[in-house]
């Protein structure tokens, strides 16, 4: 298994605590150096915090860990292309990469409906890639959640 598999892997387990605590199964893993300085998951219920997806949450982890509110050189893992409000949050922190599993075709704002992190008028620009592979994998999760949730 690649590192690139490990860390999408641990993502998806966080994807997998959230669901268990009644939120919407995303997580997230930041990297820096080749070593794991940030986790989140999404926990916007359990907290009464509208911000707390789980990209937020491992950003916050993670500037805490290294004690910068700036993250040059780290990489994002996450189970769902991130929102327009996640993706202004990596261009502030310098995140160098994005790697995200699911497209999220109502709000995603990495290719689904708008292309923030190609934004040019942005003084920071954060690669990204979509990980093809954990996709399947991100969706399964989802429409488990949202089809137990209906019930």
């Not at 669901?19 to 359990?46: F, K, M, T, Y």
């Not at 050189?73 to 949050?89: D, H, K, N, R």
């Not at 109502?106 to 290719?111: L, Y």
Request: proline share 4%; aromatic share 6%.
């Amino acid at each position: 298994m690649s590192p690139d598999d490990l860390f999408m892997a641990r993502a998806l387990a966080l994807a997998a605590q959230a669901a268990e605590h009644g939120e919407v199964p995303v997580g997230a893993v930041i990297v820096h150096n080749g070593r794991v300085v940030g986790e989140g998951r999404n926990s916007q219920i359990g907290s009464t915090d509208p911000t707390a997806h789980a990209e937020i949450n491992a950003l916050r982890a993670a500037a805490s860990a290294l004690k910068n509110y700036r993250l040059p050189g780290a990489t994002l893992y996450v189970t769902l292309e991130p929102c327009s409000m996640c993706c202004g949050a990596m261009v502030h922190a310098r995140v160098r990469k994005l790697v995200f599993a699911a497209r999220e075709p109502r709000a995603g704002a990495v290719v689904s409906t708008r292309n923030l992190l190609n934004e040019s008028a942005f003084n920071h620009h954060v690669e990204w890639q979509e990980d093809t592979g954990h996709a399947d994998s991100s969706a399964t999760l989802l429409k488990a959640f949202f089809r137990d949730r209906r019930k």
